[in-house]
T-cell receptor, first 110, second 112 residues
Framework: AAGVIQSPRHLIKEKRETATLKCYPI?????VYWYQQGPGQDPQFLIS???????DKGSIPDRFSAQQFSDYHSELNMSSLELGDSALYFC?????????FGPGTRLTVL | KQEVTQIPAALSVPEGENLVLNCSFT??????LQWFRQDPGKGLTSLLL?????REQTSGRLNASLDKSSGRSTLYIAASQPGDSATYLC???????????FGTGTRLKVLA
């Protein structure tokens, strides 16, 4: 069965650089969620999209933005990166409730 | 504001024991609640989803119950195995929102 695809799997950036994370949801899923998980922490909700429209927003910094495209894939853009942005970033998709998570992108900011 | 807590934070048991993991939430107006397991450095695997109108869900050795009035869900694991060792997380979606709030997780270790 198709799963959620995230790319890249690993990313290393310098402070103040920009990063773009991509998420390809399971086909026919109508909702996409983005989460940030710091070391030893639980996942923190960032933002969600339902049918390509932003549906909810969590503790997402103003330096971050996201969108969902016509083919339903989503991108999380992160600018002016800080050391504290180093984390695992997960994307999840759902149809009628149950979330399925991708493998995550590990972002390291040096 | 929805807050989700899980107890215990960590649990170590011998193989074969039956376990109960607890998840508490402050706002009972939930849309659904989902249980996950996460292995170190890995993604989250969905275990069970309980809709607001349901009282429990079962999958194999796992059973999850939901009591909205008391703001609680429990995950019951029967006949635990070393392969069950992982962190277990519950996530709550409040009605009228499209976001999930995660609990702090229970780190489970099943000893052979």
């Amino acid at each position: 069965a198709a799963g959620v695809i995230q790319s890249p799997r690993h990313l290393i950036k310098e402070k103040r650089e920009t990063a773009t994370l991509k998420c390809y949801p399971i086909p026919r899923h109508d909702t996409v969620y983005w989460y940030q998980q710091g070391p030893g922490q639980d996942p923190q909700f960032l933002i969600s999209f339902y049918e390509k429209m932003q549906s909810d927003k969590g503790s997402i910094p103003d330096r971050f933005s996201a969108q969902q495209f016509s083919d339903y894939h989503s991108e999380l853009n992160m600018s002016s990166l800080e050391l504290g942005d180093s984390a695992l970033y997960f994307c999840a998709s759902s149809l009628v409730g149950e979330q399925f998570f991708g493998p995550g992108t590990r972002l390291t900011v040096l | 504001k929805q807050e989700v807590t899980q107890i215990p934070a960590a649990l170590s048991v011998p193989e074969g024991e039956n376990l109960v993991l607890n998840c508490s939430f402050t706002d009972s107006a939930i849309y659904n609640l989902q249980w996950f397991r996460q292995d170190p450095g890995k993604g989250l695997t969905s275990l069970l989803l309980i809709q607001s109108s349901q009282r429990e869900q079962t999958s194999g050795r796992l059973n999850a119950s939901l009591d909205k009035s008391s703001g609680r869900s429990t995950l019951y694991i029967a006949a635990s195995q070393p392969g069950d060792s992982a962190t277990y997380l519950c996530a709550v979606r409040t009605s009228g929102t499209y976001k999930y709030i995660f609990g702090t997780g229970t780190r489970l270790k099943v000893l052979a």
